[in-house]
């Protein structure tokens, strides 16, 4: 692979240049940014390896230059200065579209970057060739148009005991089934539904699927259906009309927990308060959601009655990346603990994530490895008829 390197430090051209010329990369190194940039307009390297600590100039300055002239460049940064600074240099850098595919500290750099080279030779701009198009939104009369044709559907996420996979429950996650069969993920169109006044309508007809699975749903065994309920619903006391009727119809099968996002719970803490205790009487349970990305929920942990912590997947995603996001992860696993509250980590793809997960003590995971969002029937043949003890 051709890799461009930019470190102001010269001496790192002897410690790297023949250690990956081992491995079969050629190294184009640049002491100055005015050299580098120069070289990039001319020579386009697979990858860019970045020192943030650029003397006079700094590393910062050229991700957000990268980020500009060369949108999508795979690039690796290097740091002196501890992981910390690492961290937030890799995020201000995945925000701004460049593929960061490792951030390393020179003391480990030897020893780690070999890895990650492998990484960028299949990443290496992956970024070619994509349609900036494709996925593009759905304008609020599409939207409507499928609603009312019948296209939302429920999708069914395992929840399990992460040491033995067993099957403990499912998070209901809302899709769009397009006529020609095409599935659209929530994420797609729940921000348009919830700007453009469609959410109601989107629920509605979702709680109607809903009830509609209940015996494929007896038969997969769960011990509960995690719903998300969007704040704009939970400020209505129409929230609880709902929720009375999802209670009441699985009520032989299974309980029915109700997931707000952190955001929300912190946002209309007033008016939440009395949904979240009627919500409690009815039977239900509540969890905060994507817990670990909004701020000051401290409040909305103290005073909403959740007995559930859902940590948000970007905490799983990045824990081996990053020692500081696996800090903050056993950091919320214990907090969940001392609340008493249970625990559940979401986008679990790995095995060695599933390892450290229980290690560190959670309750119950959900992601990919376990399985990926599918259909009642789906679950139902995956998962035994047996109810876990
Ligand atoms: P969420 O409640 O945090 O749901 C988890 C999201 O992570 C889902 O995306 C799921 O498909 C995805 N996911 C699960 N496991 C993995 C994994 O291992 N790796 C990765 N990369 N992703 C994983 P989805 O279905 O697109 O939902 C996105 C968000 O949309 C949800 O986040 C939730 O906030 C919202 N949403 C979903 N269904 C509904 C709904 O019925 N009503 C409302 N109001 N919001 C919903
Ligand atoms: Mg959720
Ligand atoms: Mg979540």
């Given at each position: 692979m051709r890799l461009m390197c930019l470190d102001d430090d010269p001496r790192i051209e002897a410690v790297l240049g023949r250690f990956l010329k081992r491995f079969g990369h050629a190294v184009d190194f640049h002491v100055s940014v005015i050299s580098f940039k120069a070289a990039l307009a001319s020579d386009l390297p697979e990858l860019v390896l970045l020192d943030l600590d650029l003397g006079r100039e700094n590393g910062i300055d050229v991700i957000h230059w990268l980020a500009e002239t060369h949108p999508g460049m795979p690039v690796v940064l290097l740091s002196g200065h501890g992981d910390n600074l690492l961290d937030t240099a890799r995020r201000i850098a995945r925000s701004t579209g460049i593929q960061v595919l490792g951030a390393v500290s020179k003391t480990r750099m030897v020893k780690e970057l070999p890895a990650i080279l492998i990484k960028g030779v299949?990443?290496?701009?992956?970024?070619?060739g994509?349609?900036?198009?494709?996925?593009?939104?759905?304008?609020?009369?599409?939207?409507?148009?499928q609603i009312r044709s019948g296209g939302i559907v429920a999708h069914f996420q395992p929840i399990v005991s992460p040491a033995d996979g067993q099957l403990r429950g499912a998070e209901v996650l809302v899709r769009l089934q397009l006529p020609n069969g095409q599935i659209i993920s929530a994420a797609e169109f729940i921000p348009l539904a919830e700007s453009s006044g469609l959410i109601d309508e989107v629920t509605e007809n979702l709680f109607e699927r809903l009830l509609g699975s209940r015996e494929m749903l007896a038969l997969s065994g769960v011990a509960f259906i995690a719903v998300n309920l969007s704040p704009l619903i939970l400020q209505q006391e129409r929230a609880l009309v709902l929720v009375r009727r999802l209670v009441d119809g699985f009520a032989a099968i299974c309980s029915v927990k109700i997931e707000m996002t952190e955001s929300a719970a912190t946002a209309y803490p007033d008016v939440l308060r009395s949904v979240a205790a009627q919500i409690h009487l009815m039977?239900?349970?509540?969890?905060?959601?994507?817990?670990?990305?909004?701020?000051s929920s401290m409040r909305a942990l103290a005073e909403l009655p959740f007995d559930t912590l859902k940590i948000d997947l970007s905490?799983?995603?990045?824990?081996?990346?990053?020692?500081?996001?696996?800090?903050?992860?056993?950091?919320?696993?214990?907090?969940?603990q001392a609340l008493e509250l249970q625990v559940v980590a979401e986008g679990v793809e790995t095995e060695a994530q599933r390892q450290l997960l229980i290690e560190a003590g959670v309750d119950l995971a959900q992601g990919y490895l376990f399985g990926k969002p599918m259909t009642a029937e789906a679950l139902a043949n995956t998962f035994s008829t047996r109810r876990p003890s």
């Open positions: 299949t990443a290496a701009w992956q970024q070619r994509q349609d900036p198009q494709a996925g593009a939104a759905f304008t609020r009369e599409d939207l409507a148009r039977g239900a349970s509540l969890a905060i959601d994507d817990f670990g990305i909004g701020y905490f799983v995603s990045e824990m081996f990346a990053s020692p500081k996001a696996l800090r903050l992860l056993r950091a919320m696993i214990s907090f969940g």
